[in-house]
């Protein structure tokens, strides 16, 4: 499927071109222009499953953008449009200067960084006064994004941190949700189509793609952090199969069961997520499978047994097993 573009133009693409090529960068062509397979042998992804936004600790409100905060987040949107760059990675900039600067020009920081993605001038990012200006800051950060073999294969989180290269290499997933909310209302329209609807995922009453997709992986071992090929845990054989059908999803199995629409167990359909927790919360959530209907499922077990298919059934799926399913796309 297509890597989502924003209709960047001829224009955008000769200033797209001439930054990279001056960064030597011309290998990230493909990423940002071409319809491709990536490495992995995957189609890029087409949208970005949807959270349902967790439980509420304290006020449990979305996050609250000052107008100096959105008017930040609306000029790396702006850098971004200018280039040609796709949504996706508008979307990822935004999370990314959430969690290093919340949105805030910062004069300075840890050691030497400054600005809004807190890019550091001893590490070759620029000047003080040129990370501190969000137009050159975004720029930068745009350029080496695009830069990474298969950047728009990565969760968000990886991508940011391979921009970054954070002490907090997981801190930027906390950020998805508000990144897709802010982008819709600052991005003029760049940010459409970035976030899953239900259509966009529907695999139909086979499972479709990402099923396709998991049952080519059965008897491939298990092992803990793999997301393929040679090799998967559970929730990187999940990531991987629905990847397959044009959909990102979280890494890892308790991300996963907030992304997309909850229903209940019993109207579970092909190509959708069980859970299974040791608490019966989302919280305790430590295994997930794909349902192949039937009473079925295909999944990454753990270690010594590869890939396989079984019925659900059991004193573990009764105790542990959750009452709801997750349809990857628009949350509910």
């Known amino acids: ?17 001439s930054v990279l090529a001056a960064a030597g960068l ?20 087409s949208c970005v499953a949807a959270l349902v936004p967790p439980p509420p600790t304290g006020s449990g409100s979305a996050p609250q953008w000052t107008p100096e905060q959105r008017a930040n987040a609306a000029a790396v949107v702006r850098v971004g449009q200018s280039l040609g760059v796709p949504a996706r990675a508008e979307w990822i900039a935004l999370a990314t200067a959430m969690q290093e600067s919340s949105l805030v020009n910062l004069p300075g920081g840890d050691r030497d960084s400054a600005g809004l993605f807190q890019q550091r001038p001893s590490q070759g990012w620029g000047s003080v006064e040129q990370v501190r200006d969000p137009r050159y800051a975004a720029t930068q950060f745009y350029t080496r994004l695009l830069a990474l073999p298969d950047w728009d294969q990565m969760p968000l989180t990886q991508a940011a941190q391979a921009v970054q290269r954070s002490a907090f290499p997981d801190a930027y997933a906390k950020w998805e949700q508000p990144a897709a909310d802010l982008l819709s209302t600052v991005g003029a329209g760049g940010g459409d189509g970035l976030v899953c609807s239900g259509s966009s995922t529907s695999v139909g009453g086979d499972g479709g793609p990402a099923l396709d997709f998991a049952r080519a992986q059965l008897g491939k071992p298990y092992v803990w952090g793999a997301t393929g090929p040679g090799s998967f845990d559970c929730s990187g054989l999940v990531l991987r199969a629905w990847e397959a059908a044009g959909v990102q999803l979280p890494r890892t199995s308790r991300e996963q069961a907030t992304a997309g629409q909850q229903i209940p ?3 579970a359909q092909p190509g959708d997520l069980l859970f299974w927790s040791s608490n019966g ?16 499922i295909i999944e990454a077990p753990t270690t010594g047994i590869p890939v396989r298919t079984r019925a659900l059934g059991g004193s573990y799926d009764d105790r542990e ?5 997750i349809r990857p796309g628009a949350a509910s």
């Open 281 to 296: 919360q989302v919280s305790g959530v430590h295994h997930v499978a794909l349902y192949l209907g039937g009473g079925q």
């Open 265 to 267: 167990r019993a109207q």
């Open 321 to 325: 097993l959750l009452p709801f399913a």
């Open 26 to 45: 011309g290998l990230a062509l493909v990423a940002v222009f071409g319809v491709a397979l990536s490495s992995t042998g995957v189609a890029a992804t």
């Open 1 to 17: 499927m297509a890597v989502l573009v924003a209709a960047p133009g001829l224009a955008r693409r000769a200033v797209l071109l």
